[in-house]
């Protein structure tokens, strides 16, 4: 894939992914969503931010360490920015049901953080195996390609099970009137797909970018 092509791909990714946001900030906006500090409490909600804080920090640490040998920093800190963009796809589709946000979408959040993390480690870890069996001198668009092709197999199956899992909850949930299941599993099912998509087509894409340019 030439880095034009790349760029392209990322450019219609941000203006599908911007526009799904921009419109769900809208109707968030117009339609009042806000979180429930009532019901979950604000000491609850403080020490929740602070724990994302310090975990956002470790996920960067950890990726530096685990991938030095591919530079694992820039990767943590786009897996940071692919992980904001997974929570948002998956908070804005809360919007239509007018609901605040509860302690239910935590639950969604911890489960897009495992996705979100667990499909980028894949990629980055497969990038790094092709590197070393190629070799250092293979154009990184070549070996980044080979390795997304060796790992989809894993994260689209991964996906493809969870999202199915959660698609027939949201079915159960709609025959049973449970609308807190409903509140659940929606989040959590676009969670899943925007986890999917943005570890193939933004995460592992912008790190490319980032390597290529600091190469020059």
């Not at 530096?64 to 920015?81: E, H, M, S």
Request: charged share 10%; net charge positive.
């Amino acid at each position: 894939m030439k880095n034009t092509d790349m760029l392209g791909k990322i450019k219609r990714f941000f203006v599908l992914s911007g526009a799904v946001l921009l419109i769900g900030l809208v109707c968030s906006i117009l339609f009042k969503i806000k979180c429930d500090a009532a019901y979950m409490g604000t000491e609850f909600l403080i020490r929740s931010a602070v724990s994302a804080v310090l975990a956002m920090v470790f996920i960067v640490i950890f990726f530096a360490i685990r991938f030095q040998k591919i530079d694992g920093l820039p990767a943590g800190v786009i897996t940071i920015f692919a992980l904001i963009h997974n929570l948002a796809i998956a908070y804005f589709t809360l919007v239509p049901f007018r609901k605040p946000v509860g302690g239910s979408f935590l639950v969604v959040a911890l489960v897009i953080l495992c996705f979100t993390l667990g499909e980028t480690a894949v990629l980055f870890d497969q990038i790094s195996e092709t590197k070393k069996h190629l070799g250092a001198k293979t154009p990184l668009t070549d070996i980044v390609n080979q390795s997304a092709a060796q790992a989809k197999t894993r994260i689209w199956g991964a996906a493809m099970i969870a999202g199915f899992t959660a698609a027939a909850v949201i079915i159960i949930a709609i025959v049973f009137k449970q609308n807190n299941l409903i509140l659940l599993a929606v989040p959590l099912l676009t969670g899943i797909i925007a986890s999917t998509y943005s570890a193939v087509c933004l995460t592992v894409p912008l790190w490319t970018m980032w390597q290529t340019r600091n190469a020059k």
